[in-house]
């Protein structure tokens, strides 16, 4: 049984998400804002000096300074979820450039992009970039979940199925099994917190984290709060999600990885913290 506890409060872990008018803002900042609308996945730099944002204005892959205010397009073209690897250097991304979905990956310095991993390589069209602490990258490619390098090399592949209430007794744990599937559609994997991925089942519209340890999925949330999109606090403590309506409140919310408490924050959608600062356990 889930004890959801709900209450508003204030967090200190920076994030920055897309507001109800479909800009990207910065958590506690409001002078903070994107250039353009119909924002769509924002991720925040491990300095927190810049994000990094695509548009469904012109399908380009854009970065803000947040020092300066300044905004440059990256990259144009049919792009998705750019995300900043750990160390800030690379910005990782889907893009479909020849009808498949690839990962690739823009030097900020140079502004030169590169193929990472392609669709028929990775066996289905990759989405959802997760830069990991370690450097690898999580990312969902057709019903698969991969672990590559940066170079795109596979160093292990999973198929997580979300658990149907109706075939189990235990409606609160399950384990991977084979096939695509009633996977975590969308593509909501996210960092990797001592071996542990969270995610959210597109169908049950629930919250489940995966221990890599033990192969086995815990929901953490009701299915009945639509929650999507979830990422860690940049100190690894909690989880940021967007869902609702609960109690009349639909916006963004955080979560302890148990599932013992959840916290209304704000109005808005597709939170994003950077990759965690947090160090893994040993």
Request: some cysteine; overall charge neutral; aromatic content about 8%.
């Amino acid at each position: 049984m889930l004890a959801f506890v709900l209450a508003i409060r204030t967090i200190t872990s920076p994030f920055v998400y897309v507001d109800p008018s479909g800009f990207v803002r910065l958590f506690g900042k409001p002078s903070v804002r994107s250039k353009v609308g119909q924002a769509r996945q924002p991720d925040l730099a491990p300095d927190r000096q810049s994000f990094v944002y695509w548009t469904e204005t012109d399908d380009t892959l854009r970065e803000q300074n947040l020092r300066t205010g300044k905004e440059r397009i990256l990259v144009m073209g049919n792009v998705r979820s750019g995300r900043y690897a750990a160390d800030g250097k690379t910005i990782f991304f889907s893009n479909d450039p020849k009808d498949s979905w690839d990962l690739y990956a823009v030097d900020r310095a140079t502004g030169k992009s590169r193929i990472v991993l392609a669709e028929k390589s990775a066996g289905g069209s990759i989405s959802a970039p997760r830069p990991q602490m370690d450097g690898t990258i999580v990312v969902i490619a057709g019903s698969q979940v991969l672990r590559i390098d940066q170079e795109g090399k596979v160093l292990w592949r999973t198929t997580v199925t979300p658990h149907d209430p109706d075939d189990d007794m235990d409606p609160d744990v399950m384990a991977p099994s084979p096939g695509s599937g009633n996977r975590f559609v969308g593509g909501w994997w996210t960092q990797d917190m001592d071996e542990r991925l969270v995610g959210s089942d597109g169908t049950a519209g629930a919250l489940w984290v995966y221990e890599a340890s033990t192969f086995r999925c815990h929901r953490i949330t009701p299915r009945t709060i639509h929650a999507s999109n979830p990422c860690w606090t940049r100190d690894g403590k909690e989880v940021l999600y967007a869902g609702g309506p609960v109690n009349g409140r639909k916006g963004i919310w955080s979560i302890q990885p148990n599932g013992m408490e959840t916290h209304f924050l704000i109005r808005g959608d597709e939170p994003s913290a950077g990759v965690p600062e947090a160090q893994r356990s040993k």
